[in-house]
């Protein structure tokens, strides 16, 4: 019997996010998805047959929604019903377990619409940052009535690892084999550039010091003779305000060779810039492994530990910085350090199958030839 299930996730227009949805739902092409998302997210996943977007944003949606609201029935009517008819729930994504002000009250409302009776799977999750340990304590208690828990990271798997139903396996996006034709530059040589808002981030007070190193690093490859293609994987956490900043840096007679790329809901357009580039500045987390899976030399740009865990997690061998010591760098040890950022990650591939065990064994599909990767373009 073909199985319904919801999707929790991130509806935001992030790259990263948008992709784990596309790699479970292409995984599982006989399952029927649902997903709450803005409007537009139809746009984003309007080959994808199995999965029905309900628009968070549609004044039908919103107005169920405000009706139950006001008459003190459910202030999520419409998410609780669609959970209610799957046959379980899907939550799948990286940083999800972030520490924020009023976290009580946010976990309070996730677990007022979570169907305790039906399984739900966490896939591909790290945990924290956090401060309190009654954070980590609560989400113990929660874990524990997961059908499923698989985090990305060691250290979020070391928090958790005594739970009988918690796994550790690489991030999933690992799994990704992209085969479209490249984005190519007249110059034959491409540097893209993953940016981020640094206080969008709560980098307070490095946007400005931040802005002035890309720059630097943009000036110091034009003139090794590349083309730089400055990447935007989500506006409405700032890449794309940083973008326009940094270049607004750059002399004019170098503008030339400067390009945008803001994602919004064509996933591919930016897979091609990263798949045609000669070598990747990732300030985000899925550039450095998009990066990594594309053959490509990487200088991370690490705004959170998730990434410096990653990167050791992945024993990588490659010069990278992070915010603490970002006044140091300079635009020569990138060019430099570009020499060994490269990482085999056909390992890392394997071993992000595991991420799918237990959800592969709740919707009982044909066995896997070996070998096989789950995604493809």
């Not at 740009?301 to 410096?308: E, L, N, Q, T």
């Not at 024993?315 to 350090?337: I, P």
Request: aromatic share 14%; hydrophobic share 40%.
């Amino acid at each position: 019997m073909t199985k319904t299930l919801m999707i929790a996730a991130y509806t935001e227009f992030n790259l990263g996010d948008d992709l784990f949805i596309k790699v479970l739902c292409e995984r599982y092409p006989d399952t029927r998805f649902r997903l709450i998302a803005p409007q537009a997210y139809k746009l984003v996943f309007k080959e994808q047959r199995n999965l029905k977007v309900y628009a968070s944003d549609s004044v039908l949606l919103r107005g169920i929604n405000y009706l139950f609201r006001k008459t003190k029935l459910h202030p999520n009517f419409v998410q609780k019903l669609l959970t209610e008819r799957s046959d379980g729930t899907v939550h799948i994504g990286g940083s999800i377990f972030m520490q924020g002000e009023g976290w009580e009250e946010y976990v309070a409302n996730a677990e007022n619409l979570r169907n305790k009776s039906k399984p739900y799977f966490l896939m591909g999750a790290n945990f924290g940052p956090y401060q309190d340990e009654a954070y980590y304590r609560k989400y113990r208690e929660i874990f524990r009535e997961y059908a499923d828990v698989s985090f990305r990271e060691q250290y979020s798997y070391d928090l958790f690892k005594d739970l009988g139903n918690v796994r550790l396996a690489p991030d999933i996006i690992f799994q990704l084999k992209y085969s479209a034709a490249p984005v190519q530059a007249a110059e034959g040589k491409i540097l893209a550039i993953s940016v981020i808002k640094p206080s969008a981030k709560a980098l307070h007070g490095y946007d400005k010091l931040y802005y002035d190193k890309m720059k630097d690093i943009a000036v110091h490859f034009i003139r090794q003779g590349y083309a730089v293609h400055f990447l935007s994987f989500c506006q409405h956490e700032g890449d794309q305000e940083a973008i326009g900043q940094i270049l607004n840096l750059i002399p004019a007679e170098l503008q030339a060779h400067t390009h945008a790329h803001f994602y919004s809901t064509d996933i591919n357009a930016i897979l091609a810039v990263l798949a045609g580039a000669s070598c990747i500045i990732a300030s985000r987390f899925h550039a450095m492994i998009l990066g990594w899976v594309f053959g490509k030399p990487v200088f991370p740009v690490a705004y959170s530990s998730k990434m410096v865990n990653v990167m050791q997690d992945a024993r990588f061998g490659g010069g990278y910085t992070d915010f603490k010591h970002l006044a140091e760098l300079t635009a020569e040890q990138v060019y430099a350090g570009m020499a060994a950022g490269t990482l085999d990650v056909m390992l890392q591939a394997n071993q992000a199958e595991k991420h799918f065990e237990q959800l592969d064994a709740y919707l009982e599909p044909q066995p896997l030839l070996e070998g096989r990767r789950s995604y493809e373009s």
